[in-house]
């Protein structure tokens, strides 16, 4: 991975770790369910877009290369990798 | 909300502030994609719990008395907050 | 369920239908998978809909009507109705 | 995409279409909103497992050949469909 999307990456982890501790103040405090499952709804969507941004570096990178290269079990367990992600990510 | 649920609601999103640390790590330590993008779905799995528990917690509370109360407008705004939670949500 | 909302409801699902076997079509005719894939997922946003709709009518009849009855075990099972097609609706 | 895997995905689209057609019976019959919610809901869950044999066919086919071919820019065109498959199949 790049030094530019690594940091993209880990910047907006960081921040979805600080809203996930703003939303904790949230329900100490006793604020309204609906304010705080939206903000937990903000935090989901951030994490989606780090888990695409995720999923194009590694198409870019080790997916492009299994399947240039001359393993095709490799291969194959790079595209069932795929799938399940695929999968996993529609059943959340 | 009472205090078990107060408590438990803010332990989970401690836990999953946390488990984002992690994570973050992860990345710096190039971590496999793959491994990093099913560690930040168990995250998003975590909070759709949190909001699974925080929509039975409002159903059970504001839903209730707002619904067997004597203004319809406070019982039609509540209603369509309601389907708006449940549209945002698929769509995350 | 009033008429104006039961002919929409039914002409969407219909609609659905059609669109369904169109993607068939496509199939039988050895058509780009990822079109398949967006004409499947146009489907899918256009169920979801459906769903929506279904939810919205529900909250205003059964819901309202349960919720403002005498009866405490109706109205729990009414919620943890609300909160299964919530945690269902958000695994798909 | 080989006989027996566009035989099995047009008898599940078919399926889908006929399940579609009994739901909207439900609807003019005034069923109860939550049984034809969860209909929908098992049409929803079909169709996205339709979604993941089109991707897997496509990974082993079309995308294994660009990759492996000699066009960047054709490579980079299918990386990014995957990607963009995958944003929205998240927001449904």
Not at 51 to 73: E, F, K, Q, Y
């Amino acid at each position: 991975m790049d030094d530019v999307t690594r940091r993209n990456i880990t910047q907006r982890l960081a921040s979805a770790a600080g809203h996930l501790k703003g939303i904790e103040r949230m329900v100490q405090e006793d604020a309204y369910c609906i304010d705080i499952i939206r903000q937990i709804q903000a935090v989901q969507a951030a994490l989606q877009k780090v888990n695409i941004m995720l999923l194009d570096n590694h198409l870019h990178t080790c997916v492009t290369s299994a399947i240039r290269g001359d393993d095709p079990d490799e291969r194959e367990a790079m595209l069932q990798e795929l799938t399940s992600v695929f999968t996993m990510s529609n059943s959340l």
